[in-house]
């Protein structure tokens, strides 16, 4: 059965188009708690990529540094606005290829070495994109005083208006 597994893909991809919007919205350079919000994007994006499937049995990749991932951590590889979204495209195709080879038991499992299930791991990310998707169009709204445009899947429609609510 993979009834839970396609209701997880749908949510998964809006999720990511909502990331897309963020980073066509956001001003990369504006500093959050530090550092560029373009690092708390690769930090989403990167997240996403490691902690959906396994974090415990993952590859890097390949233009990635030790401790790029964290924001916090200071970094000489400066990412384009379409390195990330190249970046996102790639963790997204990867992550709805993913979803395509579970059935709805195998949620409970738990990859290799990993102390978390599937299910977990899908939750965790979830909660992650929201938080770091919030933060980044909350500066984003008091920047420019606009709301960028939200999505679920049953309105997607929406973007049809352009990138911010009307």
Same mark, same amino acid.
Request: glycine content about 4%; hydrophobic content about 35%; some cysteine.
């Given at each position: 059965?993979?009834? $839970? ?9 809006? &999720?990511?188009? &909502? ?6 919205? !956001?001003?990369? &350079?504006?500093?959050?708690? /530090?550092? *560029?919000?373009?690092?708390? @994007? !690769? $930090?989403?994006?990167?997240?996403? %990529? ?7 049995? !993952?590859?890097?990749?390949?233009? $990635? =540094?030790?401790?790029?991932? &964290? ?9 384009? %606005? ?8 790639? @963790?997204? %195709?990867? =992550?709805?290829?993913?979803?395509? =080879? ?5 949620? +409970?499992? +738990? *990859?290799?070495?990993? *102390? ?17 998707? /919030? ?9 420019? /005083?606009?709301? *960028? ?7 997607? !429609?929406?973007?049809?208006? /352009?990138? +911010?609510?009307?």
């Amino acid at each position: 059965m993979r009834k $839970h597994c396609e209701m997880i893909k749908k949510y998964a991809d809006v &999720n990511f188009i &909502n990331l897309e919007v963020t980073i066509k919205t !956001y001003d990369r &350079n504006a500093l959050v708690c /530090g550092a *560029p919000a373009w690092r708390y @994007v !690769y $930090h989403t994006i990167h997240s996403a %990529d490691k902690w959906f499937f396994n974090p415990f049995v !993952y590859d890097e990749p390949e233009f $990635h =540094t030790a401790g790029m991932d &964290n924001p916090d951590n200071p970094c000489d590889i400066i990412l384009s %606005d379409q390195q990330l979204m190249d970046y996102l495209h790639k @963790v997204r %195709d990867k =992550t709805l290829a993913y979803m395509d =080879t579970l059935t709805d038991e195998m949620l +409970y499992e +738990y *990859p290799q070495e990993c *102390p978390y299930s599937r299910l977990e791991l899908v939750l965790r990310q979830f909660r992650h994109l929201f938080m770091h998707i /919030g933060m980044l169009n909350g500066q984003t709204i008091e920047r420019t /005083g606009k709301f *960028p445009v939200y999505l679920s899947p049953d309105n997607l !429609y929406r973007l049809e208006n /352009g990138l +911010y609510e009307e």
